[in-house]
């Protein structure tokens, strides 16, 4: 009870700093559908402006998946549970079905890192959905970092500006070499850390 008494709490109070963020948009934002993906310790923001799409997001089946699994269904999120860790292929399958039609936003390096490494998930989503990859790189201008979590993670003040720079990765071809989806993922690691 003291749990749920937490997290509802934390929702709330999530809930009216979110409000107070301003956001600065480079580059093109998705239309209907696609994969956006972000690193898991700038997660806030992110999921926050994107809760205008109608997205789909996808969540692991830890512990810490639950508070983000509350949080982003009164942010409007529908969810995809599963990760890289478990419940990988059925997630998988999940998210290649609805991103043909739906915005799906996933953290390449989530659930547990290692912190900043693009795993093959949300790239090789994108190519059997046949749909665009939009990175998200953000900057954020006042905020508070955990530097003793995993991830970095970086929690926005109020009022805090939040910069997303939004790069398009060119739709991978179902026939494309392992060579090929490896140089486009690190490609992507790159423009993340740049």
């Known amino acids: 009870m003291r749990i749920k008494f937490r997290y509802r709490l934390a929702i709330f109070l999530l809930n009216i700093i979110s409000k107070t963020w301003r956001y600065k948009i480079e580059g093109t934002l998705p239309n209907s559908n696609g994969i956006v993906a972000f690193w898991h310790g700038y997660m806030l923001p992110v999921w926050r402006y994107f809760s205008k799409y109608n997205p789909f997001a996808v969540v692991s089946q830890s512990r810490d998946g639950e508070l983000l699994s509350e949080l982003l269904s009164s942010w409007g999120y529908s969810l995809i549970r599963g990760s890289s860790s478990k419940g990988s292929k059925e997630a998988l399958d999940e998210i290649t079905h609805k991103a043909s ?67 398009c990765i060119e739709k991978i071809n179902d026939d494309s070499s392992r060579d090929e989806v490896d140089e486009k993922i690190k490609y992507c690691t790159e423009f993340l850390n740049s």
């Open 101 to 167: 039609d739906k915005i799906i936003l996933m953290t390449p390096d989530g659930p547990r890192g290692p912190i900043y490494e693009f795993k093959p998930g949300a790239a090789v989503a994108s190519m059997r959905a046949g749909v665009t990859l939009y990175l998200c790189k953000v900057r954020i201008s006042w905020k508070i970092n955990f530097k003793k979590s995993w991830d970095n993670f970086s929690l926005p003040l109020p009022f805090s500006k939040i910069y997303i720079n939004i790069l």
